[in-house]
């Protein structure tokens, strides 16, 4: 009877922990959104805020956020103007962004991921001209548990900071300086 006892004690701790082994493995987007920040010193990064539970307790998570980008440069000189056509480029291309964050004691991980806009690359701006950003967009954006595979997709964005062909005095204040 006290073998049968010891045995019973033994089963029931061993499915306890399977269960909590199987609640942890349960890893899911709760929500998933994105913006573009558009001032200060990362203007132009799309910033992708998520909430993910299932995670077990005081689990480390590896986050990537991926998918395709693009960003308008040009070159202003030091009167606020755009001097030629040829100072501007469109790059576009794959972006992304990783963090690492962890579970706590809850289970979930609510948080921010920072992706930054596609560079500039090698373009650059003659003597006494100045590199700003025009526009960013940013689709196909993906954000990923890469430890347990779970992932969900958020929206699409764009913004125009300045319209770089048809530039004023009052709309030059809106073109942004890269990070």
């Known amino acids: 009877m006290q073998r049968f006892s010891m045995l019973t004690i033994c089963l029931l701790a061993v499915a306890a922990f399977m269960a909590t082994a199987a609640q942890a493995q349960n890893a899911h987007f709760i929500s998933a959104s994105d913006a573009i920040v558009t001032s200060g010193t990362i203007a132009g990064d799309l910033l992708v805020s998520f909430k993910e539970a299932g995670l077990g307790d005081n689990v480390t998570i590896l986050y990537s956020a991926s998918g395709n980008g693009s960003a308008t440069y040009a070159c202003i000189n030091k009167g606020g103007n755009h001097p030629s056509a040829?100072?501007?480029?469109?790059?576009?291309?794959?972006?992304?962004?990783?963090?690492?964050?962890?579970?706590?004691?809850?289970?979930?991980?609510?948080?921010?991921?920072?992706?930054?806009?596609?560079?500039?690359?090698?373009?650059?701006?003659?003597?006494?001209?100045?590199?700003?950003?025009?526009?960013?967009?940013?689709?196909?954006?993906?954000?990923?548990?890469?430890?347990?595979?779970?992932?969900?997709?958020?929206?699409?964005?764009?913004?125009?900071?300045?319209?770089?062909?048809?530039?004023?005095?009052?709309?030059?204040?809106?073109?942004?300086?890269?990070?």
């Open 86 to 179: 040829s100072n501007k480029v469109t790059n576009a291309g794959p972006i992304s962004g990783e963090a690492t964050f962890n579970s706590g004691k809850n289970g979930t991980i609510s948080n921010v991921l920072d992706v930054e806009e596609v560079g500039a690359g090698s373009f650059s701006c003659p003597g006494g001209q100045s590199l700003v950003l025009g526009s960013v967009s940013f689709s196909s954006i993906k954000i990923t548990d890469t430890v347990n595979g779970a992932f969900e997709n958020v929206a699409d964005q764009s913004v125009t900071f300045c319209d770089i062909d048809n530039l004023t005095k009052a709309t030059l204040k809106n073109c942004v300086t890269p990070d």
